[in-house]
């Protein structure tokens, strides 16, 4: 069974570091892409970026370019996403996912997403 | 980027009730849409890739079509599990692009 199990909520202060984990099982963690979204509260779904945790490929989306760090460790089938500095507007749900298919890839399965509040 | 546009935004529905959800591309995508539902307080779960397959285990009471860049998501004969947001999703771009959601209430 194909599963992400994503690390726990966290409430943090504005400028402080932060990384969250999504850990992948049940398949072969290095041949698919994983991608995180965000969904601002009371809000809709929003692409972050992408990942190939097989080679470390990485794409941002133009709006997150620079905001965070999508990385991986394929020897612990997990992915990251961190912040350096976090502002109030990052507090969301952040949901990893990950993508099947080979040229033009869609998401098939969800992480159960992890609140993120900062806040002084 | 790819604009995604959903009608209605929200729509009132009873049980037994077929439903259409709308979404149109900004400028053409083939058939690269998905289609997602998300229930309140949980992860969104993926029910339709490339514009009418459904994802394993999806019931056939969902169902995707596609004329163009106008999408459509039918529902069947509404469950009460139905009731929920759905989303649709271009990823034919390097950026995919959400639509706004639509959410389905209970009438």
């Known amino acids: 069974e194909v599963q992400l199990v994503q690390s726990g909520a966290e409430v943090k202060e504005p400028g402080q570091s932060l990384k969250i984990s999504c850990k992948g099982s049940g398949y072969s963690f290095t041949s698919y892409w994983i991608a995180w979204v965000r969904q601002m509260p009371e809000k809709g779904l929003e692409w972050m970026g992408i990942i190939y945790p097989g080679d470390s490929d990485t794409r941002y989306s133009p709006s997150f370019q620079g905001q965070v760090t999508i990385s991986a460790d394929k020897s612990i089938s997990t992915a990251y996403l961190q912040w350096s500095s976090l502002k109030a507007s990052d507090t969301a749900m952040y949901y990893c996912?990950?993508?099947?298919?080979?040229?033009?890839?869609?998401?098939?399965?969800w992480g159960q997403g992890a609140l993120v509040t900062v806040s002084s | 980027d790819i604009q995604m546009t959903q009608s209605p935004s929200s729509l009132s529905a009873s049980v037994g009730d077929g439903v259409t959800i709308s979404c149109r591309a900004s400028?053409?995508?083939?058939?690269?849409l998905a289609w997602f539902q998300q229930k309140p307080g949980q992860a969104p779960k993926s029910l339709i890739y490339a514009a009418s397959s459904l994802r394993s285990g999806v019931p056939s009471r969902f169902s995707g079509s596609a004329s163009g860049t106008d999408f459509t998501l039918t529902i069947t004969s509404l469950q009460p599990e139905d009731f929920a947001t759905y989303y649709c999703?271009?990823?034919?771009?390097?950026?995919?692009?959400f639509g706004q959601g639509t959410k389905v209430e209970i009438k």
């Open positions: 400028q053409g995508i083939g058939n690269y």
């Open positions: 996912a990950r993508l099947d298919g080979i040229v033009k890839p869609s998401i098939d399965y």
């Open positions: 999703q271009q990823y034919n771009t390097y950026v995919p692009t």
